[in-house]
């Protein structure tokens, strides 16, 4: 089955530090990939999508230069936040589109939790 | 205006047959309705989606009323694991990553 795997689950980082995260999609053709933020109150941002052919797309208030994405294949992606401070604490989510077959079902890793101290 | 309206908790006890209604009075002839469920320190796991009618798979099953404004996530016999938040997301499917709106969805608490 469709499975998307995140590393690490948590992180703790000092804050104007930077953590980069990892997100792997398994059994599947993830034609794409998109990254959100579940903050502490439980509400989600969408961070950034890409698309296959397409370059990556930041949403308002998301920024590549603080959050870098690199995308080698859509079966792998990883996002870096920068000098991370307390705003940025949260669950950040990948989720990956299974592109082929019947389904256009969006599956999301476990997340990898990021606690700025 | 919110694109579904689900209620803000539900509570059930293990084996019963739980139902978790979800209103989307605008939604497109596009667009379809998908169900995720989420517990504490984990991402959303997809459960089912459907246009019309009935879906069900070996997790649950979704009913679509005629006029697809209201759908129900149903849950046979359920246990302490399926306490979780469920969200109800309504999106055009060719746009499903990106274009997924979660709500404060419904939060079922399952006692022994």
């Known amino acids: 089955g469709a499975l998307v795997y995140q590393y690490p689950r948590r992180t703790i980082c000092k804050s104007g530090t930077s953590m980069r995260m990892e997100c792997q999609a398994v059994?599947?053709?993830?034609?794409?990939v998109a990254w959100y933020r579940q903050s502490p109150q439980k509400t989600f941002e969408l961070i950034a999508l890409?698309?296959?052919?397409?370059?990556?797309?930041?949403e308002q208030n998301f920024t590549q230069e603080k959050f870098p994405i690199s995308h080698p294949n859509l079966s792998f992606s990883s996002m870096t936040v920068l000098n991370a401070y307390l705003e940025d604490r949260g669950l950040y989510l990948c989720?990956?589109?299974?592109?082929?077959?019947?389904?256009?079902?969006?599956?999301f890793g476990e997340g990898s939790r990021l606690i700025v101290v | 205006l919110a694109k579904t309206t689900q209620p803000p908790s539900m509570e059930a006890y293990e084996g019963q047959e739980v139902n978790v209604s979800c209103s989307h009075t605008?939604?497109?002839?596009?667009?379809?309705i998908y169900w995720y469920r989420q517990v504490p320190h984990q991402g959303p796991q997809f459960i089912i989606q459907?246009?019309?009618d009935y879906v069900v798979n070996e997790v649950a099953s979704l009913f679509i009323s005629a006029d697809r404004k209201l759908s129900t996530l149903s849950l046979p016999w359920v246990s302490l694991r399926d306490a979780a938040v469920y969200y109800c997301?309504?999106?055009?499917?060719?746009?499903?990553?990106?274009?997924?709106?979660f709500g404060r969805g419904t939060r079922l608490q399952v006692y022994a």
């Open positions: 605008n939604i497109a002839t596009s667009e379809y």
């Open positions: 997301i309504v999106t055009d499917r060719a746009q499903v990553v990106g274009q997924l709106t």
């Open positions: 459907g246009y019309k």
């Open positions: 059994g599947f053709q993830a034609t794409s």
């Open positions: 890409s698309t296959v052919n397409s370059a990556i797309k930041y």
């Open positions: 989720g990956a589109r299974e592109g082929t077959g019947a389904g256009n079902t969006l599956y």
